[in-house]
């Protein structure tokens, strides 16, 4: 059974920075491409950030390009999602998936405000 747990979230000044964690479980975690997502009610779920399985490909949306980095421990089966100079409209829920599975975390919330 698929188990994704995001955590990591909170409440920041804009400018601040966050680091998210996703754990694992259920699955080969090494042999998956894991993405992150965000998304606030009324809206469409937007993808963050994408990393492969060994780490060596990463692809960001572009409204995180050059603030967010995405990278992954294997041994621990958790993915991480740095979050720099953050901004208000970066406010939403953030969640982990694997694609693949239609399994999902409860999410993290993410406030940015002053």
């Known amino acids: 059974q698929v188990q994704l747990v995001e955590s990591g979230g909170g409440l920041v000044q804009p400018g601040g920075s966050l680091r998210l964690s996703c754990a694992a479980s259920?699955?080969?975690?090494?042999?998956?491409?894991m993405r992150w997502y965000r998304q606030a009610p009324q809206k469409e779920r937007e993808m963050v950030a994408g990393?492969?399985?060994?780490?060596?490909?990463?692809n960001y949306g572009d409204s995180v390009k050059g603030r967010f980095s995405i990278s992954r421990d294997n041994a621990k089966n958790t993915v991480y999602l740095q979050m720099n100079s953050l901004k208000p409209e970066d406010t939403d829920v953030y969640y982990c998936?694997?694609?693949?599975?239609?399994?999902w975390g409860q999410g993290t919330q993410v406030t940015i405000s002053s």
């Open positions: 998936n694997a694609p693949g599975f239609d399994s």
């Open positions: 990393i492969s399985g060994s780490g060596s490909k990463r």
């Open positions: 259920g699955f080969t975690f090494s042999s998956y491409t």
